[in-house]
């Protein structure tokens, strides 16, 4: 779950909030030349698909145009993508579940919308069989969009809505059934390749953990209980694994600051690595030790290697595709946009590779859907 929204406003994000720097007083040299050289970079960026240095990436393609579109996950036959979108000049105010057809062809249907357009949408993904996905979905609380969290200089916060339940809907968008009834944040859901069990996030213990249940939402289980934010996990390709990110901290105000912004229904995903555990929770390994915010990983088709988004080298943007061994070693850089790459998986006989990222988006704040073939 969960766009990296800092991203529309790079300097700002890059000079930690402190935009008013720009303009109220004359700009220091290297304050000026970050900027610029920061502003030539995402110019770069805004109309580039490709970048020489993609050796993994070729007949890169690009899916969507306009919006914010993000998380897109293959479909058991690896036909489809389903998405979230949002696109505000287009009548989508916040995140709503798309579903694209024939991905794999140059004959890619058109989006099609999968939600039913009230409230806000989640972390889709498709069930075995492929005639039906699940995704987290405010509506039953909420026919408008739910508040985003108040902006504050220098933070970026995350909304932990608890209105989010997970539900399972067919391709024309009608709920068949509801997973979780609560009170609690319950989101980013992803399924196993075994087809056997589900995978999320929840904050109902009090703290944001990951939990497994099966396919009709019975058998409920909590499987890591350490204080921190859990989330974003998937499975390994045989079903045996999982890999997540969670919250490091340094300090005992990093823990207290954690918890009140928690009460608050409301996390800060700045400091994140990487960890991998049997599928069951047990053996919980640190992968990353890279520091920054490292996220979004995806398990490699051979299972013994990690593709993730993280700003290691800079802390800062931008945020690149790396690939790194499940045993710590062989970090490798797969992506060079100047700006944002991220949510990447590969499809299931493991040919194609899709992500999101801002490339290509002629200077807009869009971030779009990118496929290409992966070479070894």
């Known amino acids: 779950m969960h766009r990296v929204f800092f991203l529309q406003k790079p300097v700002n994000f890059l000079l930690g909030g402190n935009e008013a720097l720009l303009h109220s007083r004359p700009m220091p040299r290297s304050i000026f030349t970050l900027t610029f050289l920061l502003l030539s970079l995402c110019a770069f960026s805004q109309t580039t698909v490709a970048y020489p240095q993609e050796k993994h ?46 991905v794999t062809t140059a004959k890619a249907s058109s989006p099609t919308r999968i939600s039913n357009g009230k409230g806000r949408t989640t972390c889709s993904y498709f069930l075995p069989g492929d005639s039906l996905i699940i995704f987290a979905s405010t509506h039953l609380k909420h026919d408008s969009c739910p508040p985003e969290p108040k902006h504050e200089r220098g933070k970026y916060l995350w909304p932990l809505y608890p209105e989010f339940e997970i539900f399972v809907a067919d391709l024309n968008g009608n709920i068949v059934k509801q997973l979780t009834n609560n009170n609690f944040y319950d989101a980013e859901a992803t399924v196993s390749p075994k087809g056997d069990k589900i995978l999320f996030t929840s904050n109902r213990s009090g703290d944001l953990e990951l939990y497994t249940m099966n396919l009709d939402g019975s058998h409920v289980r909590q499987i890591t209980h350490k204080i921190g934010y859990d989330g974003g996990a998937f499975f390994s390709p045989d079903g045996k694994k999982i890999i997540w990110r969670s919250t490091q901290f340094e300090a005992d105000s990093e823990v207290t600051q954690y918890k009140k912004l928690l009460s608050q229904n409301l996390v800060s995903p700045n ?66 946009d100047n700006v944002f790459d991220s949510f990447a998986m590969f499809s299931p006989n493991g040919k194609k590779l899709v992500w999101c990222s801002n490339r290509n988006n002629g200077g807009t704040r869009d971030t779009n859907i990118f496929i290409a073939d992966w070479v070894e």
Not at 59 to 86: C, M
Request: with cysteine; aromatic share 12%.
């Open 271 to 336: 400091k994140m690595e990487l960890y991998i555990a049997n599928a069951n929770g047990k053996k919980r390994q640190q992968l990353t030790h890279l520091g920054g915010a490292n996220w979004a990983p995806f398990f490699h088709p051979s299972g013994k290697k990690v593709i993730f988004s993280t700003n290691h080298a800079t802390k800062s943007i931008p945020f690149n595709l790396y690939m790194i061994n499940t045993d710590g070693t062989g970090l490798e850089q797969i992506t060079y």
């Open 57 to 102: 990436l070729q007949n890169i393609r690009q899916l969507t145009f306009g919006g914010d579109n993000a998380e897109a996950y293959w479909s058991f036959d690896g036909t489809k993508l389903t998405y979230q979108r949002a696109h505000k000049k287009n009548g989508i105010p916040c995140d709503q579940i798309w579903m694209i057809d024939n």
